[in-house]
T-cell receptor, first 116, second 111 residues
Framework: AQKITQTQPGMFVQEKEAVTLDCTYDTSDPSYGLFWYKQPSSGEMIFLIY??????QNATEGRYSLNFQKARKSANLVISASQLGDSAMYFCAMREGSGSWGKLQFGAGTQVVVTP | NAGVTQTPKFQVLKTGQSMTLQCAQDMNHNSMYWYRQDPGMGLRLIYY???????DKGEVPNGYNVSRLNKREFSLRLESAAPSQTSVYFC??????????FGPGTRLLVL
């Protein structure tokens, strides 16, 4: 069964606008971590933001914030003030359990294109 | 600090050939991972090494073997390459419960 679901295959956003990328997850483990990675056309995987299941506050890193709704099992990424350099594929990932040795399960990704 | 390095960057193989993908990290991380990424999909875990001297299977281990040579290096071997193994391969490493850092990837084409 798919553990991480990203329902938006692709989206366009105008420069300077905010964009929300959806991610829902499925786990029965009370301890888990949620991650977002960016993959530009050059191919590398760039870590953006992390949210632990026990974290009380939503994670923020500069222009990135994670809208964590635990009861709904969603972990949406919000990019504020989009820039042309934000054009990339974005992946949501989950680490299940504290004893999982950090193994990540990834969603299929959302392609974001930022237009001038 | 180079972070996570992978060699080679690109490789073309014929069906049945063997090769080893190399990965090294200089961050003194305990855990290392190999993932593959196929078109239109997220990364899938092939094998991982929780610490030096240990390795274990991930989601898609068939057709691969790994060696954790020392704390720095974790190699992935294809003994008899198949076209289904055409993919981009990423190595990653991790120190604590959180962030994994990825190498630049190896693009492999099996004809």
């Amino acid at each position: 069964a798919q553990k991480i679901t990203q329902t938006q295959p692709g989206m366009f956003v105008q420069e300077k606008e905010a964009v929300t990328l959806d991610c829902t997850y499925d786990t029965s483990d009370p301890s888990y971590g949620l991650f977002w990675y960016k993959q530009p056309s050059s191919g590398e995987m760039i870590f953006l933001i992390y949210q632990g299941s026990y974290d009380q506050q939503n994670a923020t890193e500069g222009r990135y914030s994670l809208n964590f709704q635990k009861a709904r099992k969603s972990a949406n990424l919000v990019i504020s003030a989009s820039q042309l350099g934000d054009s990339a594929m974005y992946f949501c990932a989950m680490r299940e359990g504290s004893g999982s040795w950090g193994k990540l399960q990834f969603g299929a990704g959302t392609q974001v294109v930022v237009t001038p | 600090n180079a972070g996570v390095t992978q060699t080679p960057k690109f490789q073309v193989l014929k069906t049945g050939q063997s090769m080893t993908l190399q990965c090294a990290q200089d961050m003194n991380h305990n855990s290392m991972y190999w993932y593959r990424q196929d078109p239109g999909m997220g990364l899938r875990l092939i094998y991982y090494s929780a610490s030096e001297g240990t390795t274990d299977k991930g989601e898609v281990p068939n057709g691969y073997n790994v060696s954790r040579l020392n704390k720095r290096e974790f190699s992935l071997r294809l003994e008899s390459a198949a076209p289904s193994q055409t993919s981009v391969y990423f190595c990653a490493s991790r120190f604590n419960q959180e962030t994994q850092y990825f190498g630049p990837g190896t693009r492999l084409l099996v004809l």
